[in-house]
């Protein structure tokens, strides 16, 4: 059997995302893998750690036992206590080691992806949290967008831009357009009639528009509305680094314009990150 055509595209912008990691990591010194991230308390080589112990999950491995540091401030709940544990164990470890795990763990990972038989619907184990479980479908789409994410932590710690427009790009504005009509109807609790347009430029440009309807409900698409009630326009790139809680509004305020009700606005940027 094959794989099944619906699974393809999120298995080929893994595979783009998950390859462009390792060519930009394989060169490093040994000091750029200790370079900030925009990820709280994550190093470039915590990232990638990070990137190796979930597609380890993924196929099947098991947890290292390892007792985590007290001192860990950005680990603050059993979530992020439960992603800590592959980033700590290898946080001693070399260059070379760290570019050969990544390196033998993305072949692996490559060879299981190749020979995948199921459907998109089989219900699968999700490694990041206990007993949970997903469609296959959904967790190589999660996968995508996570390397994809993390891949823009490491180009921007390292200032190398790029895959701005990638599949798996994407496949991330899509994963990220699904949750706009909670965030801004729920999250930000905008009033029914609200019409909030989201016009984005850049590498990839797209303009979406949020109607609140009744009960808290909200729908998103892509026509155009005369007299929304906000216009937010913003370049891709800060989007996602918003939406993934990367950074807050107030520090990328130059780069925002706001045309329209304010305080709808705030509200809406306060409550636009949606990833944990």
Known sequence: MTVHPSLQPAIDAWTHSVESVNELVKPLAESDWNRATECPGWSVRDVVSHIIGVECEMLGEPRPIHTLPRDLRHVTDEFS??????????????????????EYTIIRRSRQLRNESRPPHTRVRWPLGSGHEQTLERSLVTRAFDVWVHEQDLRRALGVPGNLDSPA???????????????????????????????????????????????????????VSLGPTVTLALDWETYARLACGRVRPAAVRDRLKVEGDEGLAQAVLDVFAVTP
Not at 82 to 101: F, G, K, N, P
Not at 188 to 209: K, N, W, Y
């Open 169 to 223: 790009a994407v496949l991330a504005r899509d994963h990220l357009l699904r949750a706009l009509p909670r965030v801004v109807a729920k999250d930000a609790a905008a009033r029914e009639g609200s019409v909030i347009v989201f016009d984005v430029h850049g590498p990839l440009e797209f303009l979406r528009t949020v109607r609140v309807g009744p009960r808290g409900t909200a729908t998103v698409d892509s026509t």
């Open 81 to 102: 206590r439960y992603i800590e544990v592959q980033v700590d164990v290898r946080r001693c470890h070399t260059a070379l080691e760290m570019t050969s795990e990544l």
